[in-house]
Nanobody, 115 residues
Framework: QVQLVESGGGLVQPGGSLRLSCAASGSIFSFDAMGWYRQAPGKQRELVAAITRSDRINYADSVKGRFTISRDNAKNTVYLQMNSLKPEDTCVYYC?????????WGQGTQVTVSS
Protein backbone atom coordinates (compact mmCIF):
# COMPACT_ATOMS: atom_id res chain seq x y z
CA GLN A 1 0.00 0.00 0.00
CA VAL A 2 1.43 3.35 -1.06
CA GLN A 3 1.18 6.21 1.39
CA LEU A 4 2.13 9.83 0.84
CA VAL A 5 2.31 12.17 3.80
CA GLU A 6 2.69 15.92 3.32
CA SER A 7 4.08 18.28 5.92
CA GLY A 8 5.52 21.76 6.22
CA GLY A 9 2.46 23.86 5.58
CA GLY A 10 1.44 26.75 7.76
CA LEU A 11 0.88 30.48 7.97
CA VAL A 12 3.45 32.78 6.42
CA GLN A 13 3.56 36.46 5.52
CA PRO A 14 3.74 37.62 1.91
CA GLY A 15 7.30 37.39 0.66
CA GLY A 16 8.10 34.60 3.06
CA SER A 17 9.14 31.02 2.43
CA LEU A 18 8.02 27.53 3.28
CA ARG A 19 9.30 24.09 2.41
CA LEU A 20 6.80 21.32 1.94
CA SER A 21 7.78 17.68 2.29
CA CYS A 22 6.14 14.58 0.89
CA ALA A 23 7.29 11.37 2.52
CA ALA A 24 6.51 8.18 0.64
CA SER A 25 6.09 4.74 2.15
CA GLY A 26 8.41 3.20 -0.43
CA SER A 27 11.21 4.11 -2.77
CA ILE A 28 10.34 7.22 -4.72
CA PHE A 29 12.60 5.93 -7.47
CA SER A 30 9.85 3.43 -8.26
CA PHE A 31 7.49 6.23 -9.31
CA ASP A 32 7.39 7.40 -12.90
CA ALA A 33 6.70 10.91 -11.69
CA MET A 34 5.92 12.82 -8.55
CA GLY A 35 4.52 16.26 -8.14
CA TRP A 36 2.76 18.89 -6.15
CA TYR A 37 -0.74 20.13 -6.82
CA ARG A 38 -2.76 22.76 -5.04
CA GLN A 39 -6.40 23.60 -4.64
CA ALA A 40 -7.95 26.81 -3.38
CA PRO A 41 -11.52 26.95 -2.08
CA GLY A 42 -13.97 26.84 -4.95
CA LYS A 43 -11.26 26.20 -7.53
CA GLN A 44 -9.99 23.22 -9.46
CA ARG A 45 -6.90 21.38 -8.33
CA GLU A 46 -3.94 22.48 -10.41
CA LEU A 47 -0.42 21.29 -11.06
CA VAL A 48 2.25 23.29 -9.26
CA ALA A 49 5.38 21.30 -10.08
CA ALA A 50 6.29 17.80 -11.17
CA ILE A 51 9.46 15.78 -11.49
CA THR A 52 9.85 12.58 -13.46
CA ARG A 53 12.07 9.60 -12.78
CA SER A 54 14.41 10.96 -15.45
CA ASP A 55 14.52 14.33 -13.65
CA ARG A 56 12.40 16.27 -16.08
CA ILE A 57 10.73 19.11 -14.23
CA ASN A 58 7.68 21.18 -15.04
CA TYR A 59 6.34 24.19 -13.17
CA ALA A 60 3.15 26.11 -13.41
CA ASP A 61 3.77 29.53 -14.93
CA SER A 62 2.50 31.16 -11.76
CA VAL A 63 5.30 29.67 -9.65
CA LYS A 64 8.26 29.68 -12.03
CA GLY A 65 11.23 31.40 -10.46
CA ARG A 66 9.71 31.15 -6.99
CA PHE A 67 9.15 27.45 -6.32
CA THR A 68 11.59 24.57 -6.63
CA ILE A 69 10.76 20.87 -6.62
CA SER A 70 13.43 18.41 -5.55
CA ARG A 71 13.77 14.94 -4.11
CA ASP A 72 15.92 12.94 -1.76
CA ASN A 73 15.86 9.30 -2.80
CA ALA A 74 17.58 8.18 0.39
CA LYS A 75 14.79 9.70 2.46
CA ASN A 76 12.03 8.75 0.01
CA THR A 77 10.92 12.35 0.13
CA VAL A 78 9.97 15.00 -2.40
CA TYR A 79 10.18 18.65 -1.48
CA LEU A 80 8.65 21.87 -2.66
CA GLN A 81 10.62 24.94 -1.70
CA MET A 82 8.35 27.96 -1.91
CA ASN A 83 9.90 31.42 -1.89
CA SER A 84 8.46 34.89 -2.39
CA LEU A 85 5.06 33.63 -1.38
CA LYS A 86 2.01 35.58 -2.42
CA PRO A 87 -1.52 35.62 -0.99
CA GLU A 88 -2.72 33.85 -4.12
CA ASP A 89 -0.50 30.90 -3.18
CA THR A 90 -2.91 30.20 -0.33
CA CYS A 91 -4.13 26.68 -1.01
CA VAL A 92 -4.14 23.14 0.20
CA TYR A 93 -1.09 21.52 -1.35
CA TYR A 94 -1.21 17.85 -2.31
CA CYS A 95 1.56 15.43 -3.12
CA UNK A 96 1.00 13.15 -6.10
CA UNK A 97 2.83 10.08 -7.34
CA UNK A 98 2.34 7.87 -10.37
CA UNK A 99 3.57 4.37 -11.13
CA UNK A 100 2.39 2.72 -14.30
CA UNK A 101 -1.41 2.84 -14.34
CA UNK A 102 -1.67 3.79 -10.67
CA UNK A 103 -1.88 7.22 -9.13
CA UNK A 104 -1.64 8.18 -5.48
CA TRP A 105 -2.43 11.27 -3.44
CA GLY A 106 -1.48 12.56 -0.05
CA GLN A 107 -3.97 14.09 2.34
CA GLY A 108 -2.80 17.64 1.74
CA THR A 109 -1.22 20.38 3.80
CA GLN A 110 -2.59 23.90 4.18
CA VAL A 111 -0.50 26.89 3.12
CA THR A 112 -1.82 30.30 4.07
CA VAL A 113 -0.07 33.48 2.95
CA SER A 114 -1.41 36.49 4.79
CA SER A 115 -0.42 39.51 6.82
Amino acid sequence: QVQLVESGGGLVQPGGSLRLSCAASGSIFSFDAMGWYRQAPGKQRELVAAITRSDRINYADSVKGRFTISRDNAKNTVYLQMNSLKPEDTCVYYCNANRGPSGYWGQGTQVTVSS
